[in-house]
Each structure stands twice: as structure tokens, then as C-alpha cells.
């Protein structure tokens, strides 16, 4: 069970820090990542992890802006976002799946556990 929050509502330039948290089992065996859809669009990648941490990818839209890190210890996987557009308004989703490699996962397809999304909102 995903759980995530840390949504808001701010302005450009502002930054939020999101956290997805699980209550079943160590999150150390699962790769994680976060998505997004806007409305009228469909869900996009937007950030991935290791389940050590050691590897991230990012889209190109976010990269040198999101911050994706997690802290096993606290079974949290956080994505910090920061110089907020008014694109990147659209509700957040972690997701994770559990693998015994170091990989990283892109596509939504790769996950199996889901959290709820939370609400990013962006005003100009």
C-alpha cells in the first residue's frame, strides 16, 4: 500500500516536496518512481530510483529541476521539485515495484503497486 502526499497549491518558481510512503514490507526491494497526469493527458513518467538509490533517471522536462531520493530506513521515496511551472500542475503518482536488480523503471507499465496521487497545482 502507497501512500502519497505533500501536494499543494503554490506559485512559479515555488518548490514542493512530495513523500511516498508504504506501510507493507521493506521498500528497500522495490524500485520506485513517480509519475504524473494533467488533465486531458495521459499519465507521463516523470522521475525513477533504485532500490538502493544509486540510480535515478528523470524526464527531460524536470531534469535540473526534480529531485528524486528516498530513505529506506523510512520506507519514503521523496521527489523534490523545485522552480515550479504552471505545466508541471497535474496529480502526482508514486508507484513501485519490488526487483532484485538495481534498475531503474520508466515506463508506468513496469509498476504493479500504486499509490493515490496527490494534487500539484501551479499558478502563473
Known amino acids: 500500500q502507497l501512500q502519497a502526499s505533500g501536494g499543494g497549491s503554490v506559485q512559479a518558481g515555488d518548490s514542493l516536496r512530495l513523500s511516498c510512503t508504504t506501510s507493507g514490507g521493506s521498500f528497500s526491494n522495490y524500485a520506485a518512481g513517480w509519475f504524473r497526469q494533467a488533465p486531458g493527458k495521459e499519465r507521463e513518467f516523470v522521475a525513477t530510483?533504485?532500490?538502493?538509490?544509486?540510480?535515478?533517471e528523470y524526464a527531460s522536462s524536470v531534469k535540473g529541476r526534480f529531485t528524486i531520493s528516498r530513505d529506506n530506513a523510512k520506507n519514503t521515496v521523496y521527489l523534490q521539485m523545485n522552480s515550479l511551472r504552471p505545466e508541471d500542475a497535474a496529480v502526482y503518482y508514486c508507484?513501485?515495484?519490488?526487483?532484485?536488480?538495481?534498475?531503474?523503471?520508466?515506463?508506468?507499465?513496469?509498476?504493479?503497486?500504486w499509490g493515490q496521487g496527490t494534487l500539484v497545482t501551479v499558478s502563473s
Open positions: 530510483i533504485s532500490r538502493a538509490g544509486q540510480r535515478k
Open positions: 508507484a513501485a515495484k519490488w526487483t532484485v536488480t538495481g534498475a531503474t523503471l520508466t515506463t508506468q507499465f513496469s509498476y504493479d503497486n
